[in-house]
Structure formats: structure tokens, C-alpha cells
């Protein structure tokens, strides 16, 4: 079993005991399920924009604590005045030690997209992503069949939502494209064995399609890199770790920007 298995597995649960905890009708009840979303792809085509989204994620799988510290409010708003266009939050708990909580946060203290960083399976997540502020959701390739893609991407766009593909090979890329995607993010971690390898990104760029927002996810920590990867077509940067590890997040992502901007 691979840690994506095990992930998706204790979702699978959570999904669950959410379900009976809050209804659906609570869900569209809430404080922000009528807002206008931002759209993720107007916001990575900003042409005076690095293409930053900036991760908040205290804990991952791979490198266990990157910073348990680092208040949302404080790191978010920083990350949005360094630079960043989106915003990405984990809100897996058992994994990552995200919250939607930490969304919501967000939401009110910021005016820039926000992706909901999750293990995405159900409808019901979609909800609640929706319900808590965010604007965009992530389907993995990884765990989601073609048919999934495509119910789940559906259901968000009827509400107003993007929707960031996930995939990590040509395989998973050639069977998932579908009419519900805005942009597609190629993760350089492999989430069965965490190896990273920037490459991925290059050996993918030019078999996704121009009309998709092409998106470099993970292992990103120099700015050179940025600057090949704009090259190879790509508008959009996840980074996570490069900015959490250290004590001022928004400082770390406010440096990076300035150093892409540079050598640009
Ligand atoms: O980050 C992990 O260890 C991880 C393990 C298993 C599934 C997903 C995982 N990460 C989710 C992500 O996609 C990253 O948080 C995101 O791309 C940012 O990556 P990084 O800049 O390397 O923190």
C-alpha cells in the first residue's frame, strides 16, 4: 500500500463522519457558499505576476514538521503582499495537520484566489471547499479514474469553482483531460515513492495542451528554475516546503519573487 493508498483510504473514513456530522444543506448554508469565486486561471495569467502559489502546509508525509508555528493570517497575507497570485492550504488533518479552519482564516484576511489542497474523492469535499471559501480544488489523476475527472470537475464548475488537474506522468495525462479542468499541474513528487524530480515538468510541458494554465507542482526552491520552467510554457509554481521550512515563511516567498523578477 503506498502512502496516496493510505491517504486516500483514512479520507475515505473522514468523508464519512463529516457526512454525519454536517449536512449538505448546512454546507450551502454557510457563510461563504454564495460568494463569487476568484478564477484561478485569470489569476496565473496576470502578465506583471511571477505565477506564485504559495503553500500553506505545517507537516507532509515526506519531511514530517516543516513549521508548526507559522500563524495563516500572518503567513498568508504575507505570501499575497510578497507576490503570490493563489494561495494553496492543506486541510488533510491526519497528514498534513491542515484544517478547513485555516481556510476560512484565509478567506477573510485575503482577496486572491485559494486553492482547498486535499484528497479530493467525493462531492461532498467540493461542498465544503465551497462552504469554507475556497475557489479551487485539486483531482489527482493518481486517484481518480477518467470518469471521476470528469463527474467531480463538472460538479465543481456548477459552482463556480476551478479546477486544478493533478497528474504525474504522460499516462495519467493523455487519460484525464477532460472539458472541466482550468489548469493542469504536473506534480515532481512522485506520491507513491516521494521522489522529486523537476524534469517531470519539462518531459511533460509540451504534451498538455495551450489551453490549459500548465502548473509546476512541488520541490521548486530556486529561482533559475522558475525562469526555465516560464520557458517551457508554464504560468504556474505550487510551493510549499521552500517557503514553510523557514521562520518567516512570507519573507522566504517575498525573496524568491524578487529573485525570479531579477533574472527575468
Ligand atoms: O508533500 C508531501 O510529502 C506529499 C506526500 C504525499 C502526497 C502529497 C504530498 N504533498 C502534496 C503536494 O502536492 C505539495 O504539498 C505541493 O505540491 C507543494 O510541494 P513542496 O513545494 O515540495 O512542499
Known amino acids: 500500500m503506498t502512502i496516496l493508498d493510505k491517504i486516500v483510504a483514512r479520507k475515505r473514513e473522514e468523508i464519512i463522519e463529516n457526512k454525519a456530522r454536517v449536512s449538505t444543506d448546512e454546507l450551502e448554508q454557510a457563510e461563504f457558499f454564495d460568494r463569487k469565486c476568484y478564477s484561478l486561471r485569470e489569476a496565473l495569467t496576470q502578465p506583471d505576476k511571477v505565477g506564485i502559489i504559495a503553500e500553506f502546509k505545517r507537516r507532509s508525509p515526506s519531511k514530517g514538521i516543516l513549521n508548526a508555528t507559522a500563524d495563516v493570517v500572518e503567513t498568508t497575507q504575507g505570501y499575497v503582499n510578497s507576490g503570490a497570485s493563489v494561495l494553496s492550504i492543506l486541510t488533510d488533518i491526519d497528514f498534513f495537520n491542515g484544517s478547513n479552519e485555516n481556510v476560512i482564516k484565509a478567506r477573510r484576511a485575503n482577496e486572491v484566489p485559494i486553492l482547498r489542497k486535499d484528497f479530493i474523492v467525493d462531492e461532498y469535499q467540493i461542498l465544503e471547499a465551497k462552504a469554507i471559501g475556497a475557489d479551487v480544488i485539486l483531482l489527482i489523476a493518481a486517484c481518480l479514474n477518467p470518469e471521476e475527472l470528469k463527474r467531480l470537475g463538472a460538479f465543481t464548475h456548477s459552482l463556480g469553482m476551478s479546477v486544478l488537474l493533478e497528474v504525474h506522468d504522460k499516462e495519467e495525462l493523455l487519460r484525464s483531460i477532460n472539458p472541466h479542468i482550468d489548469a493542469i499541474g504536473v506534480n515532481n513528487r512522485n506520491l507513491a515513492t516521494f521522489n522529486v524530480d523537476v524534469q517531470t515538468s519539462f518531459e511533460l510541458a509540451d504534451l498538455i495542451p495551450n489551453d490549459f ?52
Open 213 to 264: 494554465v500548465k502548473v509546476s507542482e512541488s520541490a521548486l526552491s530556486q529561482a533559475q528554475t522558475i525562469i526555465d520552467l516560464k520557458k517551457a510554457g508554464f504560468g504556474g509554481f505550487l510551493i510549499g516546503e521552500t517557503f514553510m521550512k523557514t521562520n518567516d515563511p512570507a519573507k522566504a516567498c517575498k525573496e524568491f519573487v524578487e529573485e525570479v523578477k531579477n533574472l527575468s
